[in-house]
Structure formats: C-alpha cells, structure tokens
C-alpha cells in the first residue's frame, strides 16, 4: 500500500484482515513510527481494532525498497488534492512513479487514489518510456466514505476494475475474492470515468435536495417531508436526499471541480456541474443570513459552530463547512466559538482565532446562537433546559436538520431549519425569555 491515509490504511487493514501480508509506506516519519507503535492517526470507526487484530500481517515502512522486496502488488492510495486551476494535482501520484525501482514481471501497479481520466494511459506510457513495460497498471479506484469505510470496504456495492490486460484485472479481482460484490471489469478510462461521475451524481443529488429546500423556504413546503416523499419512489431511492448546509470534505468538492476541469480542457462545458458547485457554496453562506435574520448586525454576537468535521465519525476537517462558516463570521465581526468531539487537534492549526471548547455546554455559554454544523450523534440532545439557560440568546440554527422543530420550540428556542415549514420568524422568543439564567 503506498500511502498511509483514509484510504491507504483501511485498504491496508482490510486486506491483512482477509490474510493477505501487507506493507504500507509513507513519506511521513511521524505517521509511519506511529503506526509502527501501533497508534492510528486518523479517526476511523472499527480501524484500530482491525489494525490490531491483523497485525501480524501488516508491517510500516518509509522506504519504497521495503515495499516492494515484500510485495508484489502495489496499490496507490496517495492523495489527489485540487490544484489552483480545480485540476487534481497529481505531482505524488507522479513522485511514486519516479521512486518505482527496478521491479520484475511480477510487479503490478494498481491506482486506488482518484485520477481524471487518461491518466491510466500516461503511468502506462511512463512505465513503459522507463523500460517498465512488463510491469502491469490497473485501474481499481476507491468508493469508501469516511466514518463507514471498513464496512464500505468489506461489504462494497461493487468492484471496478479496469484494466490493460485481462489478466492484471485477474490478479487483482483474486485479491477481493472472498468478498461478495459484483466485479466491474471495464477498460481504464472508463474505470476513471465511473468513480469521478458517481462522486459528481452523488453530489449533485446533494446541489438538487439543497435547492429543493431553498424553494421549500419561501413556498412553505418542507423538505423534510418532501425528501422521504420522493426517495420512496424506486427510481429515485432515498439517499443524498437530506438538505443541509452543503457537500465538504476531501473527495466530492474536488472530484466534482476536477471533472469539471476534466470536461472543460477536452472542449466540453459541464453546465451541470457548475451550477452544483454554485448552489453548495451558496448553501454554506445561507447560514450566515439565517443568524443575521434573527440576531440583526452579527459584529459582536457569539456563535458556536456544533461538529467541525466534515461529517460524524470523521476528524477529517478537509473542505468542512465549518471553516467556511468560521471565516465569514469571524469577518462579520462575531465571536466565534467551536466544539466538535473529536477534531479539535485538527482545528487547532485551522480555525485561528475561533475558541475551540471541549464540551458543547462550553461553546454554548452566553452565545447567541448554537449552529448544528455537522450532524454528530452527541448534538440529538442540544435543545436541552440546560443549554436554553446557559444561551445569552436561546437561537439554533440547525444546518442538518437533525433536530425535532416542535421539540426545539417547547424547549424554548427559537428554531431554524434548513427548508423545514415553520421556521421561526425573528423574534419568536420574547426577549424578555432570552436573559440567561443566574
Ligand atoms: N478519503 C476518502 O474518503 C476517499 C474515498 C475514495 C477515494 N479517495 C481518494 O483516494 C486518494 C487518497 O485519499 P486519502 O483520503 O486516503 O488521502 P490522505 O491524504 O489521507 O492520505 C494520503 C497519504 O499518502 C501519503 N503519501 C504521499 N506521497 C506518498 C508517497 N510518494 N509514498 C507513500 N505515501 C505517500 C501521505 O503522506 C498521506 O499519508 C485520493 O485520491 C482520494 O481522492 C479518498
């Protein structure tokens, strides 16, 4: 496995775990002496405990040569950030290539980290320019999503593998074999083409339910309602259909830009998609007018952002929400405070000059506005009596529609929701009813 992140380490886990051997190397010092020490550095539901029982199996190393003295099929799990131009950078995927040794015949190259199409075509071409031609490249990429991805891995809805030749894609899918799920075994463009387009689907359900709630807002219809009326039909099904502040995190907000850029450098306009990457940005800011609806000028007012990460069960903070909704709040002029169960660490070197609190009662203590920023299970119980009286201001803007709407206002809160009928009115909880308890 070469790279140790989300997807290099689950793969990693989960393949020791079926009783493959498995080395993983990285280039990060720290991230390799943990490992070794038997500390996980990410937050990944079911890994540790899967990294302990295979241990046996998996061995950590920084030095490519380790590697591939032991292994003989090497999958590539580096990341793909977006660069300045919305394409992927692929510079590490490229550095891997340029640290390849002198493998034998028996050596195969398996790309899990997502690419743009075409890529497959250019390794093949540098494998082949640097006398590697007997060495085989497939195309296997990853559909994990973080807080379930070892079960995404061991219970996948399917397998892609692309491949050159048939028999790489053997070798390969004779990896997986003890897992049930459909193999798809098409060509490597197509391979590419296949996770960029369902990264890009999924968040262009996210955009459409989104704008949905949007209209729900000034029709008084309620996406809540409307959302479950809609996944029942079978055509649709009922996921990516919950309205919210917007898509974060490492994969959709730069896959959907990098096949953007994909369409657009081969002469295409993907209209679509521009407006998905519209309507997400402008989801977040939406937010920022709903505290402005209730609480007037926002120079001044504490807010606290409830769940930092991009999603529960996650410390993963790449393209969260909260940082958006951090800065312009902060360039508002309020006070901003951030609670979040797990990913302090990481906000620490990311959201400088936000207060960072330990405990949700903490963050909410003379605030005059609590935002569900992301939907961890910890927050089902925020519209407590406790929370009312330690608010300067009882508000909750509720950014994941987690909360009862009815169940908040009896609290005594006034309550809004993302395209939920009913939204409060400004002013809804008499002042008078605001003062924070004693
Ligand atoms: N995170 C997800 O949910 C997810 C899901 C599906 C696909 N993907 C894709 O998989 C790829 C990896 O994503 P991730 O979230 O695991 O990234 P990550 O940033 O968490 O991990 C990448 C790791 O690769 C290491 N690395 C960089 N260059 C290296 C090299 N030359 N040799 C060895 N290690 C090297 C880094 O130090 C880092 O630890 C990306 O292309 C991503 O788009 C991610």
Aim: with cysteine; glycine share 8%.
């Amino acid at each position: 496995m070469i790279g140790a992140g989300w997807v290099g380490l689950v793969t990693a886990a989960c393949f020791a775990d079926l009783g493959h051997d498995v080395v993983v190397r990285d280039i990060v010092p720290e991230r390799v002496a943990d490992l070794q020490a038997g500390r996980v550095p990410i937050h990944e539901p079911g890994l540790p405990e899967l990294l302990a029982q295979a241990r046996d199996r998996l061995r950590f190393t920084l030095a490519m040569a380790d590697l591939f003295a032991a292994a003989r099929v090497a999958f590539v799990c580096v990341g793909t950030p977006p660069t300045y131009s919305g394409d992927a950078d692929l510079s590490a995927v490229w550095h891997v290539l340029d640290e390849l040794p002198d493998v034998d015949e028996r050596a195969l190259l398996v790309m899990k980290s997502t690419v743009p199409v075409g890529t497959g075509e250019k390794v093949r071409a540098a494998l082949d320019a640097r006398g590697l031609a007997h060495v085989g490249y497939v195309s296997n990429p990853e559909f994990l999503a973080e807080g379930t991805a070892v079960r995404d891995f061991q219970a996948p809805d399917r397998i892609v593998i692309g491949a050159f030749a048939e028999s790489d894609a053997d070798r390969v899918a004779a990896l997986y074999a003890p897992i049930e799920a459909p193999i798809v075994r098409v060509d490597v463009a197509s391979a590419e083409m296949i996770k960029l387009a369902s990264n890009a689907f999924l968040a262009t359900r996210i955009s459409f339910i989104n704008e949905i709630a949007n209209v729900c807002e000034v029709t008084g219809a309620d996406v809540e309602q409307v959302a479950r009326g809609m996944g029942l039909d079978h055509r649709l099904g009922p996921h990516f259909l919950r309205a919210g502040i917007g898509f974060g995190g490492s994969c959709f907000p730069k896959d959907v830009q990098a096949l953007k850029q994909l369409a657009g450098n081969s002469g295409y306009h993907f209209q679509l998609l521009n407006a998905v990457i519209e309507v997400n940005e402008l989801q977040k800011r939406r937010v920022v007018g709903k505290l402005a609806k209730h609480l007037g000028e926002l120079r001044g007012k504490t807010i606290a952002l409830l769940g930092l990460s991009f999603k529960p069960n996650t410390n993963d903070m790449r393209e969260a929400s909260s940082l958006v909704l951090a800065a312009r709040l902060l360039a508002e002029g309020a006070t901003v405070r951030g609670w979040d169960p797990v990913s302090l660490e990481e906000a620490q070197a990311l959201m400088q000059g936000v207060e960072l609190c330990e405990t949700v009662l903490t963050a909410v203590t003379g605030a005059d506005a609590a935002v569900v920023v992301t939907e961890w299970p910890e927050l089902r119980g925020l519209a407590s009596s406790e929370v009312r009286a330690a608010m300067r201001n009882p508000l909750i803007v509720d950014g994941r529609n987690l909360l009862d709407p009815e169940e908040a206002r009896a609290a005594g809160f006034t309550y809004e929701g993302i395209g939920r009928a009913g939204n409060d009115t400004p002013g809804a909880v008499e002042t008078a009813e605001r003062e924070p308890a004693a």
